[in-house]
């Protein structure tokens, strides 16, 4: 042991460099991954703080049940379920699945999002508005007035304050943007409000720890004021005095900020909807509640404070089988802390540092391996000739693993103490002590240090083992090269099979889901990654092979300077291009697939240009075509047209055929089908996949038929002649049978449907758009009254200047009693919403970069801690060569060249990455859109392969640069040296 210590430091004195390249790598993927994990366990331990701030001075909450029970509640607990965020509403933004099926019968939209219908049919009668963008509030369950009573006699409760709370849009006009409150509202149409949730309270004294302002008398005020929670009022950057715009319907009221109590939660990811307790909150006197909603006050909240002496859980088990007959379930700060963390950003952070865990875990492997494979390469004469003094094989590994250890632990305590204090630096609310990494952050620093590095120690040492005596006379070249390539074919083999997996079981007809889907997971995914591994090094040899010209000629040098750069090292190299390939062939793959899957959701010039869609009015359809004249637009482009949202039967739901379908409902639209779709010039030009334009168009005409798109058909496999059943949502139980007169190809309904309003019944996800003739859907569901106009409007006017122009008449025909003052602080007034096919690409564009540019982080990060494997697979590869250098500057090479010299050799290593991760990367994508044929949320989606090639043009430069980079590190070491000390050195 004492021989092995004494090796150890001899050769971290003589390549300190080396060593220390390797150290700085892994402390910094060490350091990533104790920040991520910290950064989570930080956010679940502040939820206690926090849990505890929004119960104020109660104790228990009381609310209805949708689904389960409130989730972490006594009654979730007690059949054993953890919650899962529907229950009490905590996270769910709908109701729970009865809720959802009432809602589905009755034409009800989810609460928050829709309101029951009071009269007329879809773009029938006033009073009906779109589920997926009205304003209409919902109360959902509300609790019963025999509950209350009893509770109000309860002796053990000192305090008692019923609240309605309801999800309305909320907010203001925006002086900075320039973005008004309707604005708002428009760009949220078809996505999770982020507003607060609405709650009149019969407080008359705050139960919250009040910031600043003041709190009313909520019992009794009929002031049009209220008091917001503070981290609302930090994310839309609101402060005591402002006005707040709530549109409930039609209703428009102007409230004014008087106060802000202490909420953490800004965000409504939290406590969305309307059966339970809203995390983030805008509290209003509950006389005001009427004439800002147009709704009844009835609580569906009930907040308790017990006195002193009760205990609380026996006061939970008395009651709760009276809240279980009620209806009701109990909520506390144990309930409040289990929702936070199902919070989505949580669990987004959750998954980000797991994510975390995998790449550091192939970066250290890699580093360390490239490390020590250099270390082996380099001393091959040396350790050839301690084997030749008689040290043993075992002594030899035992150095090699001792180098690894070497590498890993100042590297693991290096990374958990600059990810402490990274962590104390970025959350400055706990203080140095309490942002100590927790245990967990610990392990997996250590599991990814120590556990990576002796993985990565195993092929060098055996390796190391294999060297006789006699290879002491041999050039570190020749046994590299001898050594490295015969296994070449071997690995390549492997690797094509590795490869041919997840291709092989999607191809072959016949397999089911249940086959397909557990091998292409469980086999495929690890064999692309074997896959990778092994044809690494013959990835590094085309690319020595293919890229080498043109290297030399871009940076002027001969060719036979490049023609070993990176077969000389061949394990080396190859380990560098994998280091590399862990973020750039993720990074890829992300934006392949990410982009593929935005296709089918990108409208295109099949369907018409714009959409305009109206709330809180309607038209009759004898003076459409007058509508159509004075906005702007010509009325033979663009058409009125009659929408339902009827529910496909539960028995054509129950067969086989349509096991893969998971939404319930279909949007119908009732188009004039000669006049959108016939002609030239149709503006309905919609790509017949089975059947053909007169036969179905015939079909419509005469009789009850659709054309239905393809992913729902090949969801629900239907085909052109088949019987579809719809529900008839005015009339529960009424089946109406439509026939699939074709089925179109209609990329970009989805985007389309779920923005412009045209969802009319829930607001939630459909199985598809389906077009009839307008006769048959205003026969078969009794529309009368038109709410939706689509064609093809003048490419000169734009979105804004229709929308305009339609509120103007629509203020001008007074219809929805636009402008008229109802109270102080209420009036009522139309909205309008306009649908182009430039705004809908833009807005699924910008959706897609968020989210894409989001995902992308960690594998650009992995990419750039992997530069460090680069330089010192660069630094190694000169230090190699010293001698021959030297000798090359000593006959009239200038430094210019050898700096370009090694700056070829690390742009071949980046273009050897760059090949295998494109190649990985499209295999990947092309696996992971084809698996979407075995069902996927939006129905069977199967777009083609597409590549944004200036996003992996990106990648690839950045890659490129970066090796630019750590080449001119290792290029500098060497040419500040003169050429006799260079010839002096002799390698190995």
Same mark, same amino acid.
């Given at each position: 042991?004492?021989f ?17 390249t390797? $150290? ?9 991954i ?7 366990d930080?956010m ?5 703080e ?9 104790d228990?909450?009381i ?9 972490g509640?006594?009654r ?6 953890d ?9 769910? #933004? ?7 099926? =009432? ?8 609460p928050?999002?829709?309101r ?7 773009? !029938?009668?006033?009073?009906?508005e ?7 509030p ?9 509950l209350?009573a009893?509770l109000?006699?309860?002796?053990s409760?000192e305090?008692?304050?019923?609240a ?10 925006? #002086? ?19 507003s607060? /949730? ?7 004294w705050c139960?919250f ?58 965000s409504?990811?939290?406590? @969305?909807?309307?059966?339970?307790p ?8 509950r006389?005001?509640f009427?004439?800002?909603t147009?709704?009844e ?5 009930v907040?308790l ?6 205990d ?16 009701a379930?109990?909520?506390? @700060? ?5 929702? /936070?963390?199902?919070n989505?950003?949580v ?17 250290? $492997?890699?580093?360390i391996? @490239? ?8 001393r091959?004469?040396k ?11 075992r002594q ?14 100042? =590297? ?5 103490l600059?990810?402490?204090v ?17 245990w967990?952050?610990?392990?997996l ?10 993985? =990565?120690?195993?092929?060098?040492a ?5 060297l006789?005596? /006699?290879?002491?006379?041999?050039s570190p ?6 050594s490295?390539?015969?296994f ?17 079981v ?23 990654i074997? !896959? =990778?591994?092994?044809l690494?090094?013959?990835f590094a $040899?085309?690319?020595e092979?293919?890229l ?7 940076l002027r040098?001969p060719?036979?300077f ?14 560098t ?7 750039l062939g993720?990074?890829?793959?992300i934006?392949?697939?990410?982009y593929?899957?935005l ?7 099949t369907?018409?240009n714009t959409?305009?869609?109206v709330?809180?009015?309607d038209?009759?359809?004898d ?5 159509i ?7 033979d482009?663009?058409y009125?047209?009659y ?5 496909i039967a539960?028995a054509?739901l ?5 096991a893969?379908?998971?939404q ?10 000669r ?11 919609l790509?017949f996949?089975?059947g ?15 054309? $239905? ?5 090949d969801t629900?496999?239907l ?11 005015s ?7 439509w ?6 190809? /209609? ?6 449907t779920k923005t412009?309003?045209?969802r009319?019944r829930?607001?939630?996800?459909i ?14 569901y ?10 093809d ?5 734009s ?7 339609l ?8 219809? !929805? ?12 007034k139309p ?6 096919r ?7 564009g ?7 540019d ?10 750039a ?15 190699s ?5 030297g ?20 742009l ?5 990455a760059i090949?295998l ?13 084809e ?11 199967v ?5 944004p ?8 430069v ?22 006799d ?8």
């Amino acid at each position: 042991m004492r021989f092995l210590l004494r090796l150890l430091r001899a050769e971290s004195v003589d390549q300190p460099g080396r060593m220390l390249t390797g $150290i700085g790598a892994m402390l910094v993927s060490v350091c990533l991954i104790v920040w991520l994990v910290g950064s989570y366990d930080s956010m679940i331990r502040s939820f206690d703080e926090e849990a505890d701030s929004y119960m104020g001075v109660y104790d228990l909450c009381i609310g209805p049940v949708s689904r389960g029970g409130m989730p972490g509640s006594n009654r979730s607990r007690a059949k054993g379920e953890d919650g899962d965020g529907l229950g009490f509403g905590f996270l769910g #933004t709908g109701t729970g699945l009865k809720d959802k099926e =009432a809602a589905r019968k009755t034409g009800s939209g989810m609460p928050g999002q829709g309101r029951p219908e009071r009269s007329g049919r879809s773009g !029938g009668k006033p009073g009906r508005e779109s589920a997926a963008f009205s304003s209409a509030p919902s109360l959902g369950r509300t609790l019963p007035d025999s509950l209350v009573a009893e509770l109000k006699k309860e002796p053990s409760i000192e305090t008692m304050h019923l609240a309605c709370q309801v999800r309305v849009p909320i907010g203001k006009n925006d #002086t900075r943007t320039g973005q008004t409150f309707d604005d708002f509202i428009r760009s949220r149409m078809g996505t999770p409000s982020p507003s607060p /949730m609405l709650v009149a309270s019969d407080a008359s004294w705050c139960p919250f720890e009040m910031e600043t302002g003041r709190w009313p008398d909520m019992a009794v005020s009929h002031a049009m004021e209220g008091v917001l929670g503070s981290g609302s009022a930090k994310m839309f950057d609101i402060h005591v005095g402002d006005m707040l715009s709530i549109r409930s319907g039609e209703r428009v009221s102007h409230v004014k900020v008087v106060g802000i109590v202490e909420q953490p939660q800004g965000s409504v990811g939290v406590g @969305t909807g309307s059966a339970g307790p809203a995390l983030a909150s805008f509290f209003i006197p509950r006389p005001v509640f009427k004439a800002i909603t147009g709704e009844e006050w009835q609580p569906n909240l009930v907040y308790l404070r017990l006195r002193e002496s009760v205990d609380k859980t026996a006061f939970m088990r008395k009651w709760q089988p009276v809240l279980e007959s009620s209806g009701a379930a109990f909520a506390d @700060t144990e309930a409040v802390r289990r929702s /936070m963390e199902r919070n989505r950003s949580v669990s987004m952070m959750k998954s980000s540092a797991n994510s975390a865990v995998g790449l550091v875990l192939f970066s250290c $492997i890699f580093i360390i391996f @490239t490390t020590l494979s250099m270390g082996v390469r380099e001393r091959s004469r040396k350790l050839a000739l301690m084997r030749a003094l008689g040290v043993s094989k075992r002594q030899i590994a035992g150095l090699v693993f001792g180098e690894s250890l070497m590498l890993s632990i100042p =590297a693991m305590v290096g990374g958990l103490l600059a990810g402490w204090v990274l962590l104390a630096v970025m959350d400055t609310r706990h203080g140095w002590w309490a942002s100590c990494p927790s245990w967990d952050a610990v392990l997996l620093a250590l599991a990814c240090a120590l556990a990576g590095g002796l993985i =990565a120690a195993v092929i060098p040492a055996w390796r190391s083992t294999r060297l006789s005596p /006699m290879e002491m006379c041999e050039s570190p070249f020749e046994s590299a090269a001898r050594s490295g390539r015969n296994f070449l074919p071997l690995l390549f083999v492997i690797g094509i099979l590795a490869w041919s997996v997840q291709p092989v079981v999607l191809l072959i007809p016949g397999l089911g889901e249940e086959i397909v889907k557990p091998v292409f997971t469980l086999a495929g995914y690890p064999c692309l990654i074997l !896959g =990778a591994l092994c044809l690494a090094p013959a990835f590094a $040899i085309v690319a020595e092979r293919v890229l080498a010209p043109f290297t030399a000629y871009l940076l002027r040098l001969p060719g036979a300077f490049l023609r070993l750069q990176l077969t000389s090292n061949l394990a080396q190299s190859a380990g560098t291009v994998i280091s590399m390939t862990v973020g750039l062939g993720l990074f890829m793959a992300i934006q392949m697939w990410g982009y593929s899957m935005l296709v089918p959701f990108t409208p295109d010039r099949t369907l018409p240009n714009t959409l305009v869609s109206v709330l809180h009015a309607d038209f009759a359809s004898d003076e459409c075509r007058e509508v159509i004249r004075e906005i702007g637009m010509d009325p033979d482009k663009v058409y009125p047209i009659y929408v339902e949202e009827p529910s496909i039967a539960e028995a054509q739901l129950a067969s086989p055929a349509f096991a893969a379908v998971k939404q319930k409902t279909v949007v119908v639209a009732g188009v004039p089908l000669r006049d959108m779709m016939d002609g030239p010039d149709a503006s309905l030009n919609l790509q017949f996949i089975q059947g053909g334009r007169d036969e179905a168009l015939k079909k419509m005409e005469s009789g009850r038929a659709v054309l $239905i798109p393809n992913t729902f058909a090949d969801t629900a496999h239907l085909k052109v002649g088949d019987m579809l059943m719809l529900d008839n949502p005015s009339s529960p139980g009424e089946i109406k049978p439509w026939e699939v007169a074709g089925v179109v190809a /209609m990329p970009g309904w989805h985007w389309l449907t779920k923005t412009s309003g045209i969802r009319v019944r829930t607001g939630s996800f459909i199985a598809g758009l389906l077009i009839a003739d307008e006769a048959r859907v205003r026969e078969t569901y009794g529309v009368d009254r038109v709410r939706f106009f689509w064609g093809d409007a003048p490419e000169d006017m734009s979105a804004e200047m229709f929308r305009f122009a339609l509120e103007g008449v629509l203020e001008k025909r007074n219809h !929805g009693k636009a402008g008229e003052i109802v109270g102080r602080g209420v009036e009522i007034k139309p909205m309008v919403k306009v649908s182009s096919r430039e705004t809908l690409t833009q807005s699924v564009g910008a959706r897609a970069d968020s989210v894409l540019d989001a995902m992308s982080r960690l594998p650009l990060i992995a990419l750039a801690i992997a530069m460090l494997a680069v330089m010192n697979t660069v630094m190694a590869s000169v230090r190699s060569r010293r001698h021959a250098i030297g000798v090359m500057r000593a006959v009239g090479v200038t430094r210019g060249m050898v700096v370009r010299m090694v700056w070829a050799e690390s742009l071949l290593l980046g273009g050897a990455a760059i090949l295998l991760s494109f190649a990985f990367a499209s295999l990947v994508s092309w696996g992971a859109l084809e698996i979407q044929r075995f069902g996927f949320v939006f129905g069977t989606i199967v777009p083609p392969l597409h590549i944004p090639w200036l996003h992996i043009l990106f990648g690839s430069v950045m890659t490129l640069f970066l090796c630019l980079l750590a080449g001119t590190v290792a290029a500098v070491r060497i040419v500040r040296r003169p050429p006799d000390q260079l010839m002096k050195d002799i390698p190995g």
